[in-house]
C-alpha cells in the first residue's frame, strides 16, 4: 500500500538514512534535508578499523551500505545544503519552512523525525589540554580522517610516522563539572580499534593510554580485548597538565606505578566524547521538546514528533541503527492511528 | 596492611567529614588521577597525593589522615577543585581535615603559632617602632601594631 | 507463478520476558502468534489471543519466509505448523562468576540473582548488612551484566541500607544512565576498588578480600558478613540445537546473530528467521527497549515486501548436468534451498550470493544476470571463446558492497582506477577460478586479476570473503606449479567505504605488474 | 575610582617595596588609595587551624570597607581569595550572614553583603584599562623579556571570580605587562604554584616547587619575573639564593612586583619603586633601562 504520507527527516547521517529506508520498506514516502554538501553526517567521515582483512565492527561502513540504499529507494528524496528556517504543528500536520539556495519554502508534512546527530567535545572547553596550542595533540575525529586518508598515522607537525603516541580517553564525557553525566559509549571503542590497527601496520609503534575504565563496545569485545591488552601501555589515570615537549612532542605529568613521571610522545589523541548538537536548543524552543537527563533530546513520541539516533544521546554506529529502526515502528504507529 | 570492616568503609571518619563544610562531595569521587595528574606538589614531593587521601577518608583511615603530615603539603593552589571532573572541592576538602586535625592538636607548630599570633595580635607580623620608622622613612603611613577591633573579636568566638 | 498466498503467523520460540512482549505487540497490531515454549519453563500469563505450544522441540523447519513448516516434537508427538516468520526470543542465561572461588557452594557466598530474590521478597538477614560485591575481575565485564550489578548495588544500598563494597577490574558505563547510577552508587558510600588480582577468605564468620589498591599503592583488605558474585550472559542451552535445525549462524559466544556486523539489529542470515533478546547477544536494557520494536518493524516490513513482491526465479537450473552431489544445498549461506530429491531453489530466501553457482561442480547452475554467457561476455566482449590478445589491463572483480566506489572512480575519470576493467559479481565468492584463470590466459604482459571483496565477518553471503580468499589462493598454487608468477592475482578484501585504500591497493598492484 | 587598600600582613612588614610601587603607580593613573587603620589580617593564615575564625575576620574586613562604602583593592593574591571567597559565601549563604553578623555585632559591625573585593591588577585592568597605562609609559623597555608567573589566589578558586578570566589560559597581567613595553615570555609550566603555602609544613618541598619554575623561567630566557602576591616574591625573590645553594643552580633573576615593572616604564626611580629592597640586585637591570637615576 503506497500511502500518500510524507515524512520530514532533519538530517543525512545514518539515523537519517536508516528512518528513511525502514519508512519506504513500510511504503511511506520521506524527504530528509541535510545541511552539508553530502550525506554521510560525522560517521561518514570515519575510517575502517578492519586488521589484515578482518572486520573490527565498528560499524562505519553500514553509512556507505545505507547511502547506496537508500539511492536506490524512490520512496526517498534528500535535499541537501538544505536547513530549517522554522517548524510548529498546524493541527494533524508538521509545517516546515525548508531554507536552501534556491530561498525558502514552506512544506506539510504528516510527521517529523529529528536525526540531527551529536557535536563532538571540543577540547577548547579544557584549555588545561592545550588543544590549538601544542603541536601533534589532535582529536579522536582528526585521528580518523588521517587513518581514511592516508592509511597511516604521521605527526602534523613535520609528517613523519610517530614513534610512539597515546590516547586519553574521558576527555568531555563522565564529567559531570561540564554537565556531561554520562560515558560516550564509543571513545574506548574507536580509540582501541585504531590502536589495533596502528600497532597492526607498524608493530614498533608503542602506545599508551590514559583511561579510567576500559568500557566494552561492540561483538566480540572479549577477543579484541585479549588481543591488544599486552600491545598497550595502560595508565589509570588523566592527565591534567599537557605541554609543548622539546622535538614538537606532546608532554604530561602523570603517577605511573606510585611514580611522578614527565612523559611525551610523538602524537596525542584526545578522544573527544559526543555532546549535543548545536541544533538542539533551535528545537527545544520550536517544538517545546525537553531533555532527558543526560542533556540530549528526549523523542516525544507523539504530535507526529521524533527524534532518533545519537540526537536522543551517545550511541555507536550499529546502536544508532537498531534505535531508528524501532522509532520507525513508533512512527508507523502514529500514522497508522492518524489515517 | 590496613585492615577494615566493611561497615566502618566510608560510614564513621567519612561520614564526619562530609559534614565539614566544603568536603560534601567525596563520596562522588571515581579516582581520576586527574587532581594529582595536575597537582604541583605532588611533582615534588611523592608523599603527597591529592586522590590518595580522599581514599584513605573513604576507607576511614582517620589516625593516618589526621596525625600524618600529608594533609599539610597540599599548597592550597585550587587546580585540582578547578578540575576535578566530579565537582568535588578538593582544596576545601584538605582544610576541612587541617581543621579536623588542628581541632585535635595534630597541627605542626608552625601553623598553631601562626594562627596564635593573628590571635593575639590581629596581624601574622607585628609592626613594631622599627618597622614604623622604616615605613615613615619611605613616606609610607605608619600602621597600628596591633588590631584591638579583631583580636576581642575572635576572643568572644572562642 | 500465482501471486503468492503469504503465511501471516509468526511462531515465537521462548517463554521468557521477551517472548511474551513480543507476542503481545504482535497481537497488538492483529498479527497471528504460534508462541512455543520449552517444557520446564513456566508458562505464567501466555499472552492472551496467542495459540501457545508448551514444551515444543523444533525438529524440522523447511521453506522460505512467508511460508515455513516448522515440525515440532511435542511430548513424543509431532505437530506441523505453517508460519510466514520464526523469532527465536529465548532469554540468555546467567552464571555466576565462581571462578575465583572455586567450588561456590557456601551460605555466605550468593550470586547476584539470589541477592535480587531475596531483596525482592524482602527477606534478606539483617546480619548479612555488610555486602562485598565482586565483579569480573578480567575486565571483559559486558555493559548489561555490569548494569544488574550496578542497580542491585544502589538497591541494596537505598532501600536496605547495606553497607556495600564492590571490587571489580573496569566499571562499565558505556549505557544511558549508567553513569549517574555509579554516581548514586559512590554518593550512597559504596567503596569501589579496582583490582584484576584478589585472595579470598570464606569463612563461616563472613568473608575477607585481599587485593592491591592502585591509588593506596598498598595491599587493602576489607571483611564482610557476604560476598555477592557477579553473573556473565550465556547463550541459551537450546540456540545450539535450533541453529543446527534452521541452519543459522552462530557468534564466538554462541548467539544466534553471527559476529557478521550485517546482522545489525535482529537478522540472521537466513532471510524471514528472526533474533530477539537475550537470544542475539547479552544485551543492556536500552538495547533490549530498542530491540523488541526493531523485531516487530522488521516482520511488518518483510510482510509488505511479500504481498507486494512477485517471486521471480533467482536461479536457473540444468536437471541434466545436476549430478545431485549436494553442494549448492551445503554451501547456502541464507537456507534458500530445499532438497528432496533435487535441489529446490527457494527464491524469496535466495539473497542472490551467488556462491552456489561458483561451486557447483557441474556448472548445473547459474544466477539470473549472471548467466555464464553474458558473464563471459561482459568478461571478454566480442571475444565469445577464440584467444586473443588482451590488452595490457588489469581485470578486477569487485563484489556489490564496494562496486560504487569504483563507480565513482570512474565517474570521475580517475586513470588507475580507469586503466583496470571492473567486473560487478554479486559476491567474491561466486567467482570460479575458471574466470580468473581465463582472463590470465588471454594475458599482456602487465595484465594481472584483482579480486575485490568485502572484509571478513563482514560480507552479507557469511563466508563469501573467505571463499574469494580460497579461490585465490588456489589459483596462486597453479601459478606456482606452472612455474609463473604468483603475483599475477592478487585478493583485496575491502570495506564500501576504504575509498582511498583501493585507489592506494590498485596502483600498488599496478606498480608491481610493471615491475614483474 | 576610589579604593579601600588592603595591605594585609606581609606587605607592610616585608614588602614594602611592593607597597610603594603600587601607590606610586595608582597615584600617577588616577586611582584614589584610602587607608582603613582598622584593617586586619584577611584570615588566610587561619584557614588552617579554624576556617570559621578566619572567615570571621576577612569578614569584619568586609564590613569596614562597606561601612565606608568602598570597594577593597588588594595587592597579595592570598588576601583577594580569602576576602573575596569570604564575601561570595556570605552573599550565597543566609545562615552563613546572619551567623557571622551576630559576632559582628558584638564588636559593634554588621556587615550587609555589598562588599567587592578586587586584586590591584584588576584594578588597572578594568577600571584603568590598557590604553590609559600605554599612554604613560615615558621610558622604552626595550622588550625587556618578563615571566609573568600568576600564582593561584589571583585566578583560583575561579567561581568566587565569577569567571572573569580562565585560570587554565590567564592573560591579563601579560597584558599589563606588554602594554609597558616589556615583552611577555612563554615558558612551560606556567601555571604552576610557587609553593609558598607549604613552607611552613615542608621547606624542601616548597623550595622544590619554586626551584621548578626558575628552571623553566631561566630555560625560557626571561631576565625578569613578575609576580603579584608577597608570597610568591618570599619564594623566588628571598629564596632565590637558597634555592640555588641547595640545588646547586643559578638563576640571578630579578623578581619584580607588577607595578614595579609599570612604574619604570612610567619614569618613577629606583627609591620611588622600592627597587633597592628587592632581594636579587636590579641593579644592573634598571641601569640598563632607566640609567644611574
Redesign the interface.
Known sequence: MKSREKVLIVGGGIAGLTTAIELGRRGVSSFIIEKKETVGGRAGTYACKAVNGHCQKCGACLVQDAIRESMEMGEIEISVKTSLAGLDREGKEIVARLKSGEGETSVRFSALVLCHGFQPFDPAGKPNYGYGRIPNLITGAELELMMKEKGDVFRPSDGKPAKDMAFVQCVGSRNPALGRSYCSQVCCGYALRMARQIRSARPSTSITFFYMDVQTFGRDFERMFWEFRDAIYWIREIPGDFFAAPGDRVGVIVEDEGEIKEMSFDLMTLSVGMGPSREQPVFEEWLGLRQGPEGFLASPDRDGIFVAGSATGPMSIPDTIVNCRAAVTRVMDYLEERS | MPEFKLEKVSSGFASMVVQEPGAEGIRSCYACGTCTAGCPVRRVNAAYNPRKLIRMVLLGMQDEVLQGKEIWLCSSCYTCQERCPQGIRITETIIALRNLAAREGYAPSGVSMQAKLIKDQGRLYALDEFDDKKRKKAGLPSLPSEVAGATKLLDEKE | MNPLRAEKTIAVFGSGETARRLSREFLDRGRAVLLIMSRDQDTGDVPEGAECVVGGELVSATGQVGDFTLVLRVAEKREQHRVGFIVLAYESVREPVYDILGEPAHERVWSLSHLETQLAEGVFPEEY????FLDRLD?????AA?ERLLKAVVTAQEEHEI???LVTC???????????L??RM???????A?TDLLDLEVNPGGIRA?FD?????????????LLVVAERERAAPELAKIAEVLGLET???GYLQG?N??R??CLTNRRGVLVAGGSG?DLSDW?R??????V???V??LS??LDEVTPVEQIIYDRDRCATCLTCFRVCPHGAILFTDKPNFLHLACQRCGICTSLCPNEAIELAGFEKPSFFERLFPGQSGEKQEWPAAVTGFVCQ?SA?LVRQYLDEGDPVIGAVRWIEVPCAGALRSQYVLETLARRAEAGGVLVVS?????CRSGDG?IRA?HMVQQVKGLLNTLEMDEGWVEHI?L????R??LH?EVEQFQARRKKA | MKYALFLGCTIPARSRNYELSARAVAHRLGVEFVDIFDFSCCGFPLKSSDMKQAGLLAARNLALAESEGLAICTLCSACTSMLAEEAHHLEQDRGLLDGVNAELNKVGLAYKGHAKVKHFARVLLEDVGVDRIRAEVKVDLKGLPVATHYGCHYLKPSEIYEGVEDPEDPSSLEELVNAAGARSVEYQHKKDCCGGAVLVADEETALGMAKRKLDHVKEAGARAMNVVCPFCSVMYDDNQKSIESQFETDYQIPVLYLPQILGLAMGFDRKELGLNMNVVKTKSLTKEIIGEK
Not at chain 3, 568485502?454 to 563482514?458: E, F, K, P, V
Open positions: 548488612g555488610k555486602v562485598l575486565g571483559v565485564n559486558s555493559v555490569s553497607a556495600c563494597c573496569q566499571v562499565k558505563v558505556a549505557s544511558p544512565g549508567l553513569e549517574m555509579y554516581g559512590r554518593d550512597g558510600g559504596c567503596f569501589v579496582r585481599r589498591d592502585v591509588v593506596l599503592d598498598d595491599e587493602l583488605s576489607v571483611s564482610g558478613a557468534d564466538h559466544a559476529d556486523l550485517l545489525v539489529p547477544a538495547q527497549a530498542q530491540n523488541i520494536p526493531s516487530v518493524e522488521e511488518n516490513s509488505q515486501w558492497r560504487d568485502c572484509h571478513r565477518d563482514n570473503t580468499a578484501p570495506a564500501p567505504n576504504e582511498e585504500r592506494r
